[in-house]
């Protein structure tokens, strides 16, 4: 019953998304703009694999602040936020949204990678486990921990330029380990050696999606 | 409170003075000298300060974070004016940690700021007040602000153990009770002060600790004055 109301609010998300491209067609936009833009920045040195790592987590850092507040302050714009409210209950909402965003995530960093990969010489994967798993493990934080704070700022007045400043405290730890990660996979270190990374990028995952489950409640209902 | 006050005039005066003034030498004789700690020196009188101010910037996080889940639970508005008074306090004096620690370090390490764990953590702790600022001054129903600023200021609590337990390993650290420091390797630094030192110490911590509760109140205090002045007036 309630996976079945999850479901249908996740394929209402994914079926106005795609009607719209209102956020995919920015996000994507907007990686593709930040990309060429680090490549004008780095063209003529032959950037370190520790530089590569960083710039390739920051284009997705904020790629996702411009886009992922978008789950929910639309609604509020469509003035449909009450509606889902009187719906369903809170927890569904914060799953169904949680995977909308996780897919969000998940399709912002594979167009970063295959950009990445295509446009650096220097970005050369050797470690592809070690890359997958720090890319997927990493979106799903980064989705974790931005969808409740994209409930939180969709009641602010000042949507746009908050929500990066309210999301890098409660980010930094995932960044660095996830720069450090990426590092690691450039330079073709065997998935024991980023095992303690991966560790640290599950125990974020945890804990943060289990927090926001806890405090969804506080925030979706008035 | 007057006795709390009293308690925070005697305890850090006494604290300034002895951390002042009292001799340090390589071999302390009598109760009156504290021991040189290598590689400090002078620089340790530094430690009657900055632990302190450091420690009561968790304690004051803490407090906010305790008061903003109990505004959570009964939704009674005088638990988010001392929420966000202690992390106001909180602020002051994470300020006066970053600026304090800058100084021992530029003189014991060579650079005001070098990125290790502790300094890390000091500066998100810094932008997670920012934004908690930044938050409750961007929403305007007094319900609203304090119900998502609670969230938010547990939701940045909820990144702590990270900066505890993880950063360490990313990064190499400088403070005592780093990775690689020969010393110790708990999270807790070791303490190399004896006898008048260490009472001077845990004075000073007192002392600190007890000038947070005392201003803390009067910041209560004043918040509920405004918060009906603001009611009045409407």
Redo the contacts between chains.
């Keep these: 019953m309630k996976f079945q109301s999850t479901y249908a609010l996740v394929m209402k998300d994914v079926r106005s998304e795609l009607r719209t491209r209102y956020a995919l067609n920015a996000l994507l936009m907007f990686v593709v703009t930040s990309v060429t833009t680090v490549l004008f920045a780095l063209r003529s040195d032959n950037p370190s694999a520790q530089l590569l790592a960083g710039m390739f987590w920051v284009v997705v850092f904020f790629t996702a602040m411009s886009g992922l507040s978008r789950i929910f302050v639309s609604e509020e714009e469509r003035g449909t936020t009450l509606t889902l409210r009187l719906l369903t209950i809170p927890s569904v909402v914060f799953v169904g949204k949680l995977v909308v965003n996780c897919l969000l995530t998940l399709t912002l960093t594979a167009a970063v990678s295959v950009l990445y990969v295509w446009a650096f010489p220097g970005f050369a994967i050797v470690s592809w486990d070690v890359f997958i798993a720090t890319v997927f493990l990493g979106s799903l934080g980064f989705a974790s921990a931005s969808t409740i704070l994209a409930a939180i700022i969709a009641k602010a007045n000042v949507r746009g330029s908050l929500y990066p400043v309210l999301a890098f405290p409660v980010l930094v730890p995932l960044l660095m380990t996830v720069m450090n990660a990426t590092a690691r996979a450039l330079e073709g270190e065997t998935i024991a050696l980023a095992f303690g990374d991966l560790q640290v990028l599950v125990g974020y995952l945890l804990v943060m999606t289990a927090g926001s489950f806890l405090l969804f409640d506080y925030v979706w209902v008035e | 409170m007057k006795i709390v006050r009293a308690g925070v005039i005697i305890l850090i005066t006494v604290a300034i003075v002895l951390g002042v003034s009292i001799p340090m030498v390589p071999k302390p004789q009598s109760f009156f000298e504290y021991p040189i700690i290598p590689g400090l020196e002078e620089k340790a009188r530094n430690i009657f300060f900055h632990v302190p101010v450091a420690w009561t910037t968790v304690v004051a996080f803490l407090v906010s974070l305790w008061y903003g889940y109990r505004y ?1 639970r009964t939704r009674d508005i005088q638990y988010d004016l001392k929420s966000s008074a202690s992390a106001e306090l909180g602020f002051v004096f994470c300020f006066l940690a970053t600026i304090t620690g800058a100084l021992w370090a530029k003189f014991n390490w060579g650079s005001f700021w070098n990125w290790d764990p502790r300094e ?1 953590s000091i500066f ?1 702790l810094l ?2 007040y ?2 908690y600022f ?2 409750r001054s ?3 129903v007094e ?2 602000r304090a ?2 600023s ?3 200021s ?3 609590g ?2 702590v ?3 505890i337990f ?2 360490p ?3 190499g650290g400088l403070h005592p009770g780093s990775a690689g420091d020969a010393s110790g390797q708990t999270p807790v630094a070791q303490l190399h002060m004896r006898g008048l030192m260490l009472l001077n110490f845990f004075l000073s911590m007192i002392g600190f600790n007890l000038l947070f509760v005392w201003l803390l109140n009067l910041r209560v205090r004043i918040a509920r004055l405004e918060y009906h002045h603001s009611l009045q007036s409407m």
């Design positions: 959570l890390t998100v932008l997670i920012g934004a930044a938050l961007a929403i305007d319900e609203t119900r998502l609670a969230v938010y547990i939701l940045a909820l990144t153990p990270f900066f993880a950063l390993r990313l990064v």
